[in-house]
């Protein structure tokens, strides 16, 4: 979709191979947060000389960056922040396998789904943080309407189709197998068209589904969605308080450097701030989500 008025430029989409990469969050107990994330997720961790606790499998890039602090204000569900953040798995075995981990650490599930083009459990982390843990159906199963959108959905999940994917009360894993990564981030909005201006206008992301009324999701390279955007709780509302329980920011990977700097030119000539750092820049949305991009 263009968002540029007539007689600009046409937009830029963001290079196909851009990804999502790991999840920068503050809580309030760090000790108990590795608990949850090792124990119920399947996570390894690697506690930093800085204080954080870095989340991953290992030799795949860390999925999450965990930051304590016992004094922060509670996670706000009204304000702008974090919806999920949605770790991907490999196949529908592994989700299986994801979902017993669940069972054997007696973590509830808030939810489970199946979405056409993904099957995704939900859940909350000790803080409330919002975590899908999601498989995706091979591409050449989703589907597409005559205007472009993809066609998803949000159906129950077949559990018991799920764990049947077991082969027997020992097939089980204590650790996250090797591909998991973060497949996307969804986040809560103050508005919708101001926020379609910014990831797809000045980013360069995609607009693939507008299906969901208060919600519109974006992505690089024809995958379902990369960030998920949605005002159900949020229209209108304000950050968080500073330093609050939640997200602080999460990657956008591109791939390579040459890429940067031609993303961090359109935002510069869309009026757009962002602070440089070493080999990535912090960006925020119109709604104070932070977003560093960075590269491989």
């Known amino acids: 979709m263009n968002v540029t008025s007539a007689g600009s430029p046409p937009r830029q989409a963001l290079h196909p191979d851009t990804s999502v990469g790991a999840v920068h969050l503050t809580v309030s107990d760090l000790a108990r947060s590795r608990y949850f994330y090792e124990r119920a997720i399947g996570l390894s961790s690697t506690e930093g000389d800085d204080g954080a606790l870095t989340l991953g499998v290992e030799g795949e890039p860390a999925l999450l960056e965990l930051r304590a602090d016992r004094s922060a204000p509670a996670l706000n569900r009204r304000a702008t922040g974090l919806y999920h953040l949605a770790i991907l798995v490999s196949s529908r075995h592994d989700l299986a396998l994801a979902l017993r981990r669940l069972a054997e650490a007696r973590w509830p599930l808030d939810g489970a789904s199946d979405h056409l083009v993904s099957e995704a459990l939900y859940l909350s982390d000790p803080d409330g943080n919002g975590i899908e843990i999601y498989r995706d159906r091979p591409r050449e199963e989703w589907r597409w309407d005559g205007d472009g959108n993809l066609q998803m959905a949000t159906l129950p ?60 999701f974006v992505s690089a390279g024809g995958y379902h969605h990369h960030i998920g955007l949605n005002t159900w709780h949020s229209a209108g509302s304000r950050p968080a308080a500073p330093g609050s329980i939640g997200l602080r920011s999460f990657e956008v990977v591109l791939p390579s450097l040459e890429e940067l700097e031609r993303t961090l030119q359109r935002l510069t000539d869309a009026g757009v701030e962002f602070e440089r750092h070493d080999g990535s820049a912090l960006v925020r949305d119109p709604s104070g989500n932070g977003l560093l991009l960075t590269t491989r």
């Open 157 to 216: 999940l077949d559990l018991d189709g799920v764990i049947g994917e077991l082969q027997g009360p020992d097939d089980h894993a204590d650790r996250a197998p090797a591909g998991t990564r973060i497949g996307h981030v969804h986040l809560q909005v103050a508005d919708l068209a101001q926020t379609e201006v910014f990831y797809s206008g000045a980013l360069g992301f995609d607009v693939v589904v507008r299906g969901y009324p208060g919600a519109l």
